[in-house]
Nanobody, 127 residues
Framework: QVQLVESGGGLLQAGGSLRLSCATSGRTFSIYGMGWFRQAPGKEREFVAAIRWTSATPYYGDSVKGRFTISRDNVENTVYLQMNSLKPEDTAVYYC????????????????????WGQGTQVTVSS
């Protein structure tokens, strides 16, 4: 079992910055990769960013490239999502997720390839 707890969400104006954290616990040694997804009302859950746990190789969704940065702290077992130049369309509930193994189809970009999910944290960006 892996437990995930997100924090850092909030309400802010467009152009601002926010850092989300995802604290992991439990069988963290078994994690292959971590991801951030978001879901706005009435929309499907969308890939935001992911990172391989050991190599720290990052991956980003097209809509956040150049604005968001994913990182991880292996000592604290925490994954971060630094979000800059936020836009109203970034408004969503943000979820972190843990994948325990590599999947050939979709890799860390696909929702279905994750094994554990956090409860989510709300990010609201006003115009």
């Amino acid at each position: 079992q892996v437990q995930l707890v997100e924090s850092g969400g909030g309400l802010l104006q467009a152009g601002g910055s926010l850092r989300l954290s995802c604290a992991t616990s439990g069988r963290t040694f078994s994690i292959y990769g971590m991801g951030w997804f978001r879901q706005a009302p009435g929309k499907e859950r969308e890939f935001v960013a992911a990172i391989r746990w050991t190599s720290a190789t990052p991956y980003y969704g097209d809509s956040v490239k150049g604005r968001f940065t994913i990182s991880r702290d292996n000592v604290e077992n925490t994954v971060y999502l630094q979000m800059n130049s936020l836009k109203p369309e970034d408004t969503a509930v943000y979820y972190c997720a843990a994948a325990l193994r590599f999947r050939a189809i979709g890799g860390l970009l696909k929702v279905d390839n994750y094994d554990y999910w956090g409860q989510g944290t709300q990010v609201t960006v006003s115009s």
